[in-house]
């Protein structure tokens, strides 16, 4: 009985252990993807954020606008909007399938029409679609 518990006991450490880094890896596939999406934003590399967005894509802004697709790469491409920096922290990234929820703080520095730079909470959700976040 022991044997076989002990047994059991080693399997599922192991089983767990690969499903922490393979959680871990997808963890960081998330993470690399906001930061590519902020890093077209600021760059205002409108083939990027094509790529990146989905079709259905809306955000809700800090000032409460909720724009999709489209509207939010006007926004970006717009001389309106200067960020210079972004810093992330704390993120965060639950998978719930082919859905990932990434949480944590983004601080943004430069200016835009209708927003205040500094600190905000972030929550952005992915969804995998054909075998793609």
């Known amino acids: 009985m022991k044997r076989t518990f002990v047994v059991a006991l080693l399997g599922l450490l192991a089983s767990s252990r690969a499903w ?9 596939q998330i993470i690399k993807l906001e930061q590519a999406a902020t890093d077209a934003q600021f760059k205002k590399d409108r083939a990027t954020l094509e790529r990146l967005l989905a079709d259905d894509y809306f955000y809700t802004h800090s000032n409460g606008s909720v724009p999709n697709k ?7 491409m717009s001389s309106d909007v200067q960020w210079t920096d972004s810093k992330f922290a704390d993120l965060k990234v639950r998978i719930f399938g082919d859905v990932a929820v990434l949480t944590g703080r983004q601080t943004i520095q430069g200016t835009a029409k209708g927003y205040v730079p500094g600190p ?10 054909s075998g793609r976040w």
């Open 120 to 129: 905000r909470r972030i929550t952005d959700i992915f969804v995998k679609r």
């Open 20 to 28: 922490a880094q393979a959680t871990s890896a997808t963890d960081q």
């Open 70 to 76: 489209t509207q939010e790469i006007a926004e970006s």
